[in-house]
Each structure stands twice: as C-alpha cells, then as structure tokens.
C-alpha cells in the first residue's frame, strides 16, 4: 500500500515472526547466544522467557535455521492440553506416526525414534512455544524423557519459550527436579529508548528503506507508547506509515505518532500506553524532547 511510496522493497514492520528483521539488541544478542551455548554443551532444558511480543519466536526461528545439520528438531507451536496429548503433539512434530497410539505406545515409538536418532550421529532438539500452557502433568512427562541418555549423551533436549507465566509454574515445589535440570535461562526484556531507535531504523534498511523516515522525535514517541515491546513497536511503526501516506507525508514525526495513538485509543481496544488524561499535544512534545536520555540517543543515532 506505501512501499512504493516510502520506496521500500517491502513491508517493513510485519507482525509476523521474520527472522530476517530481527533486529540483535544487546539482549536479544544474549538469549540467541545462550540458546546456541544451551544446545552446544547438551543442557536437558533451556527456557527463553518475555513478554507477550518481545520476540521470543523470532529469536527461536533464526537458531533453527542456522541450526547445525546434525539435529534433528521438532517444533510444537503450542502445547495447551485443548490441542492433543502431549506425546501425540511431539510424535507431529517429528512426522511420526500418532493416530490411534495411545499414550505407552507414543512413548515407545518416540524412544526408539531417540535411539535410531542419535544410531546415526544426530541429536534429537524439542521446541516448544507457548509453554506457559504447558500442565504439570505435561511438564513432568517432558522430565521423564529427559531421563533418556546413554550415560555419555543427551538424547533429547528441549527448549521451552514462553510468557513470564511459565515461571510461576516452574518455580512449584512440585516441579523442584525440574528447574533443577534447567541449565540455561534467559528473560527477554522490552527495548530501551535507544534500541527503539535501532531497531526502527534496521527494520527500514532491510527493505531499502531511508532511516529518516521516522524522525528522532518519532522514534522516541513510539518507545513511550510502546514501552520498547517490539510487536507493539511494529504495530504502531506500520500504522504510522499508513497515516503519513495518507497525508501524503514523506516522514513520520511525532504528530503522526499522537494521531494513531489517538485514533486507536477512541476504539477501546488500543495496546498502546494511553494518553494522559491532561493531554496537551505542545507540551507532551517538549516533554518527549527533553527526556534525559534525548541528548544520548539522538548523538548515538
């Protein structure tokens, strides 16, 4: 609708989790890293913790493709009890068979499927997203596969990714050997402002876009609003676009960022942080400008 307009190559703020606009903040940086450390020293479980769009997903999915080719992965995409059992979800993901197996014969399968695996100098990785949906029952079953080694090797390893939720759970008395095999966590936090401003910014150059089509004002309008979430930022960085097209603007400024906020909000269902009762569009923009990080960013950007 505006690429051809902004001349962009494509969209450059899409919701969906694209490993190719993943931008590496520090801390992104860090849970891709520790995710790599987690499969590479054979760690029985690795957890990767964030917000609801924190990025999450699309740190997961850059790792599975640059994967080495000696795993073997499956990945559930959500393993909430309203979608199978447990065994039959991770049979599907591994292509096997799971109609009309109950849950011993599943079991059996997938360790001869480990064995017949790791046989041929392959190990066996299990990803599951939205693992705050994860039962207790479910989670102990994952524990009890876990037990499957060669006294040298992990057969199986599992990478769990979800909401902070799935921390409350796993810090019950109940699942204590659990967390103890945990070897590797990480909980992804929002950007920061200057990060808000990189990440825009790389978002654009990935489809040719100029970097100054969102202007330093803008880009820290879209942190406060946002709070550095960065499906939050997507979301409100494309439907900037869209308003400045219409205007046929060829910048977003802070004015078009209070405009989406504004409108979105007379919806009742806006995810954006609201506007201040006494909201005055002249001194929320000195406010903005003056935040006492202004002066950092804009000499960083």
Do not use: W
């Not at 693992?131 to 029952?137: E, I, K, R, T």
């Not at 109940?174 to 920061?192: D, K, N, S």
């Not at 790389?202 to 004002?217: C, K, Q, T, W």
Request: charged content about 20%; hydrophobic content about 45%; aromatic content about 10%.
């Amino acid at each position: 609708m505006y690429e051809q307009f902004f001349g962009l190559s494509g969209k450059p703020f899409s919701l969906l989790p694209d490993a190719d606009f993943l931008y590496m903040s520090r801390r992104h940086r860090m849970a891709l890293n520790l995710l790599d450390y987690g499969i590479m020293t054979q760690a029985g479980f690795v957890v990767i913790t964030g917000e609801v769009g924190a990025g999450k997903t699309t740190i997961v999915r850059r790792f599975l493709r640059a994967a080495n080719e000696s795993l073997t992965v499956g990945v559930v995409t959500n393993a909430s009890a309203g979608f199978g059992n447990l065994m039959s979800l991770i049979a599907m993901a591994y292509g096997l068979e799971h109609r009309e197996l109950d849950t011993i014969a599943l079991y059996n399968q997938f360790i001869e499927f480990l064995v017949e695996q790791y046989g041929i100098g392959k190990r066996t990785l299990l990803v599951i997203d939205e693992a705050q949906n994860l039962s207790m029952d479910m989670l102990e079953d994952l524990r009890m596969l876990s037990n499957v080694n060669n006294e040298k090797d992990q057969l199986l390893q599992v990478v769990l990714v979800g909401q902070p939720e799935l921390l409350a759970v796993l810090k019950q008395p109940q699942l204590r050997q659990f967390a103890q095999r945990i070897a590797v966590h990480y909980h992804l936090e929002p950007l920061g402002y200057k990060e808000t401003m990189q990440y825009i910014r790389y978002r654009l150059s990935v489809v040719d876009g100029r970097p100054e089509i969102f202007d330093n004002l803008a880009c820290l309008a879209a942190h406060y609003f946002t709070g550095g979430v960065p499906r939050l930022l997507n979301l409100l960085c494309d439907l900037s676009l869209v308003y400045a097209f219409a205007e046929e603007l060829r910048h977003v400024n802070i004015e078009t960022i209070i405009d989406v906020v504004a409108d979105r909000s007379t919806t009742g269902l806006s995810p954006f942080r609201p506007l201040p009762e006494d909201f005055e569009r002249n001194r929320f923009k000195q406010e903005i400008a003056s935040m006492s990080h202004t002066s950092e960013i804009l000499a960083a950007s």
